[in-house]
């Protein structure tokens, strides 16, 4: 994939902040061992339906029963262009009447990437917190998606159906909003920010959820609440799962260095906002880049970066594998222990010998 760009202020913005807060959506053992994963917060008391029944998986909401609140629904990504830590997929919802005076009036809730990480840290804390107005009314959920599967599934052969970055996001959106559809909640309006031409997105998405009025709009998370308060959910997840992927890899490094050096050298390698663009990141890809296995499960092997970085000279280890033959797939066992030439046809006599005449005698 073609690496992402971005100017010194929007890298300062992107750098977690020092102390960001660690949301309940921060899975540390998928989050260290590279697998992806789904959180999906507490449905609040004031959304649930009364009597709620449980159902099974469903693309559209059972009118028949009894119903919350007609909710909207946000969904926005944090994490799609770097070459370190996982891209995270958010969705918020929260009663439609509480958007602009809850979400936009009272706690301002804009586009993670104009606010300042210490904001969108703070604001998710409260999100998280019992007893805040936030907590009572509003729902969220995430999807991490690690660096490890996203360059997996981009990496795999033709044959095998590779899966590019904009399928993987679509499949993580709509699971997303199935998920809370199958909590009960009353999801009426979907807002996403585009991935791809506004309009072919949404079709998309209305197709597999052709009850839900779905709104797609660049800029989405500049323009609704909730899409805004999306962004604040995957932007604060994956600050946090870099802040933990980051503390695993230098403790990993401080013990093979025997815990010497660390202090000041700590704070030199770090890898910043994990953007190529970004020097610090570079610079840690460099430092720490194995000649075997590269780098560990925080890095997207899929990216450009990484790819030039291993194949420079002298930098990794060189793998030759052979070719497959293209008849491979109709091979039989015994073809890799005939001969050649006249003998190539005798098959008993490649397992148990040819016959010996009288001269040899």
């Not at 918020?92 to 104009?114: E, R």
């Not at 703070?122 to 019992?130: G, I, V």
């Not at 909730?226 to 890899?249: F, G, N, P, Q």
Request: aromatic letters at 8%; a negative charge.
């Amino acid at each position: 994939m073609e690496d992402s760009h971005m100017d010194d202020a929007n890298v300062a913005l992107e750098t977690p902040a020092a102390d960001v807060f660690v949301p309940p959506s921060i899975h540390k053992p998928d989050t260290l061992s590279g697998e992806s994963y789904t959180h999906f917060s507490p449905v609040p008391a004031s959304l649930q339906a009364p009597q709620a029944s449980s159902s099974s998986p469903s693309t559209t909401p059972d009118l028949s029963s009894p119903q919350g609140p007609p909710c909207v629904l946000g969904v926005d990504e944090a994490g799609r262009g770097p070459v370190l830590g996982p891209m995270v997929y958010g969705v918020f919802y929260l009663p439609a009447d509480l958007s602009d005076p809850l979400l936009k009036q009272t706690h301002h809730f804009d586009d993670s990437k104009v606010l300042t990480p210490a904001t969108r840290s703070s604001l998710m804390e409260k999100l998280c917190t019992s007893g805040t107005d936030l907590w009572a009314s509003c729902g969220w959920a995430t999807a991490s998606l690690s660096a490890r599967d996203i360059g997996r599934q981009m990496l795999r052969p033709p044959a095998m159906g590779n899966h590019n970055l904009n399928a993987q996001a679509f499949d993580a959106t709509v699971a997303l909003i199935r998920g809370v559809l199958d909590r009960g909640v009353n999801v009426r309006d979907v807002f996403v920010d585009t991935v791809g031409p506004p309009d072919a997105y949404r079709q998309k998405i209305a197709r597999v959820f052709p009850t839900l009025r779905v709104t797609v709009a660049k800029k989405a998370d500049s323009l609704y609440p909730c899409v805004s308060a999306a962004s604040v959910c995957a932007k604060v997840t994956r600050d946090a799962a870099l802040d933990v992927l980051y503390e695993w890899r230098s403790a990993a490094a401080g013990k093979e260095r025997g815990g010497e050096g660390e202090g000041e050298e700590e704070e030199e390698i770090g890898w910043g906002s994990g953007y190529p663009s970004d020097a610090r990141c570079l610079a840690w890809l460099r430092r720490n880049m194995h000649p075997v296995f590269g780098w560990g499960p925080e890095c997207r092997f899929s990216w450009g970066t990484t790819k030039d970085m291993l194949e420079a000279k002298g930098a990794a280890v060189k793998v030759d594998w052979p070719a497959d033959d293209e008849d491979d797939e109709n091979a039989r066992l015994t073809d890799y222990f005939r001969g050649s030439g006249k003998d190539a046809d005798d098959e008993l006599g490649a397992w148990f010998g040819t016959p010996a005449g009288l001269e040899a005698f």
